[in-house]
């Protein structure tokens, strides 16, 4: 700052009239809010949990790589044009699906996918090999779509909800297209679904990259987080009124020091913030809006259909959901609401009250589909097993019929041998 005011001092007394100098010995202080702002940063900043795996969540994510890799490919093929790919094409994007094995590797494993027949690229070229969906496949899509219009009214809350948080009531269409997968929506929910709910949206822009959605109206029975809900219940079951809190509980083997025990404690005794409520005159630094924050990622995580979203996607929501720079240390310091899972190289932040022993408590209604999906693949597993099982018996019995092929070559070699010398002798 000094050798800001000898170099300029018109900038040193711009400075100085917008972030006035602060005495940090407390008591002397006057002002009580400045005291307040610099206890509170500190008691939040300096709080170091140290981050510890758990190996049953983890299990959870990676019990899901397999089928969500032939998700993956399935929405590669059917983004074609005619829902067709020559079976090259899928060989050389590989690396972006992160698919590590050969393109006619992965359709072998996965029979009851997609079919493969001959065709040509243009007239004139070569035959080659083409992939499009099997008849099992075209089956289950039609499933989905009839699960989408089931819960269609839990799609429309859910886009609700995510607008009614935001700051503004409104959400870039581009970031929403990239986390419909994490909350269950249709691929088309913009061009579909958005239109026929004028009451609650309202899409602005011409293109998906300049386009957003606007919250037309408040539902106000969408403005209750699940946390409210759930004190809501337990207070018309046992007839005594329930103060709305974080269920906060680690593991076994899971412990924290004692200074951040006394500091959740006094955390979790500050009044619960409905993450719905306007958050504009809520303090950056204060305790009040880490508790906001905490309250906004577990709404988000409870209505995405696993409980769990990757960080970095979280993270294109810091300024639309009021998040700080270092939201993320949220999952680690409040490690009794929530673990952040480093499986597969990506943050995942998982919502531990929705999992027991690694499994998932109470399933999303969407999430039908994805059973469906699996029971498919395990159909095709199964038959895949069977054919090389097929295939393993029939090079065991080969080779056991080759010794007495052997034998029978033998002995005819020696009979052909003996005849010979016979009529060589006569």
Same mark, same amino acid.
């Given at each position: 700052m000094q050798l800001i005011m000898l170099?300029?001092?018109?900038?040193?007394?711009?400075i100085t009239q917008l972030y006035p100098p602060i005495r940090i010995n407390f008591?002397?202080?006057?002002?009580?809010?400045?005291r307040d702002f610099v206890q509170q940063w500190a008691s939040i900043s300096s709080l170091k949990v140290h981050w510890r795996k758990d190996q049953l969540l983890d299990r959870a994510i990676q019990d899901d790589k397999r089928w969500r890799l032939c998700a993956r490919v399935v929405k590669e093929v059917l983004n074609e044009p005619g829902r067709v790919m020559p079976l090259r094409y899928l060989e050389k994007r590989r690396?972006?699906?992160r698919l590590n094995v050969r393109a006619r590797t992965f359709i072998e494993q996965n029979p009851v996918l997609f079919d493969t027949y001959f065709d040509r690229i243009s007239p004139k070229s070569e035959l080659i090999t083409f992939i499009r969906p099997s008849d099992s496949l075209?089956?289950? &899509?039609?499933?989905? +779509?009839?699960?989408?219009?089931?819960? $269609?009214? /839990?799609?429309?809350?859910?886009?609700?909800?995510? &607008?009614?948080?935001? +700051?503004?009531?409104?959400?870039?269409? $581009?970031? /929403?297209i990239h986390v419909k997968r994490e909350f269950g929506f249709p691929n088309d929910f913009l061009s579909?679904?958005?239109p026929r709910y004028p009451k609650y949206f309202r899409l602005v822009g011409n293109s998906v990259e300049n386009s957003f959605l606007e919250l037309v109206s408040w539902e106000p029975d969408f403005a209750r987080s699940v946390i409210m809900a759930r004190a809501e219940q337990e207070e018309r079951l046992t007839g005594i009124r329930v103060r709305p809190s974080f269920n906060w509980k680690l593991p076994p083997g899971f412990f924290i020091k004692k200074?951040?025990?006394?500091?959740?404690?006094?955390?979790?005794?500050?009044?619960?913030?409905?993450?719905?409520?306007?958050?504009?005159?809520?303090?950056?630094?204060?305790?009040?809006?880490?508790?906001?924050?905490v309250g906004v990622l577990h709404e988000l995580l409870s209505l995405s259909l696993f409980k769990r979203i990757p960080v970095p996607i979280l993270g294109k929501f810091t300024e639309d959901y009021r998040f700080s720079n270092a939201f993320s240390s949220a999952f680690t310091r409040h490690s009794g609401i929530f673990y952040m899972s480093l499986k597969g190289g990506i943050q995942?932040?998982?919502?531990?009250?929705a999992y027991k022993d690694g499994v998932l408590i109470d399933q999303d209604p969407l999430l039908e589909m994805k059973d469906i999906f699996v029971e498919l693949l395990e159909e095709g597993w199964k038959l895949r097993a069977e054919e090389l099982q097929l295939r393993r018996e029939v090079v065991r019995k080969h080779r056991e019929l080759m010794p007495l092929k052997n034998q029978e070559l033998q002995f005819q070699s020696s009979d052909e041998e003996l005849s010979s010398g016979e009529e060589k002798m006569w």
């Open positions: 170099l300029n001092p018109r900038i040193h007394k711009i008591p002397s202080i006057p002002n009580f809010g400045v690396a972006r699906l075209l089956r289950f &899509l039609e499933e989905e +779509k009839r699960i989408y219009v089931l819960n $269609e009214p /839990l799609i429309v809350a859910k886009l609700c909800k995510l &607008l009614m948080m935001s +700051k503004n009531k409104v959400i870039s269409a $581009e970031k /929403l579909n679904l958005v200074e951040m025990r006394e500091w959740v404690r006094d955390w979790m005794e500050t009044p619960y913030i409905n993450p719905y409520d306007n958050a504009s005159h809520l303090d950056p630094a204060s305790r009040e809006m880490e508790k906001r924050m995942t932040a998982v919502l531990r009250e």
